[in-house]
């Protein structure tokens, strides 16, 4: 199986450039906000969600720890990026489903997901990327992916790229989506 996550970090590194903003909607531990943070450099700015307290400690403390004592982490739901993000963003990042090693019962849920999708289209600049990966392996997980492709699929100042980890129908799935120059 192709590993989505490295595949998502490098097309965040052929767009990324030290100075950017980069938003991880999805904070976990901190893994891709580590990733995205070392894209941007001391100069570039980072902005994070999550709505479990336990990740945003792990993620903090692994920022910190790299010297991104900047980032900026909220405990709120990623469909509040409106609110918080106002300056143009060059990348934003979903990795949905529950955090591994957590509880699995608290998982991202689809009307949030497409708000936060939709407010994300809204700050990114022209040939910034949205990307996504959907898990069609747990409960309700698969619905969500077909409900994001759809979203992004009619995102007309978008072009969409679908990556499936596997040939296997519940394998995981990358969602790159540019914004059109
Ligand atoms: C697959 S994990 C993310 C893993 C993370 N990218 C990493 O590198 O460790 C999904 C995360 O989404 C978070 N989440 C679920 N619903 C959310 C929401 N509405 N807003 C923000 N984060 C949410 C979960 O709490 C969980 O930590």
Known sequence: MIRL?????ERWRAVLRPGDMVVDATVGNGHDTLVLARLVGPTGR?????????????????????????????????????????DPVRV?????????????????????TLDAIGAAAQVLVPGGLITVIGYRGHAGGAAETDAVRDQLNSM????????????????PVLFVAAKRD
Request: aromatic share 10%.
């Open 5 to 9: 996550t490295e595949l998502a970090h």
């Open 46 to 86: 980072v902005i994070g969600f999550d709505i479990q307290p336990d990740a945003l400690f792990a993620a903090r403390q692994r920022l910190d720890d790299a010297g991104f004592l900047d980032a900026r982490l909220y405990f709120d739901d990623h469909r509040k990026i409106a609110e918080f993000v106002t």
């Open 92 to 112: 934003v990042c979903f990795n949905l489903g529950y955090l591994p090693g957590g509880n699995k019962s608290i998982t991202t849920r689809v009307d949030s």
């Open 156 to 171: 007309v100042e978008f072009a969409v790229e679908k990556i499936p980890g596997s040939e296997s129908p519940v394998s």
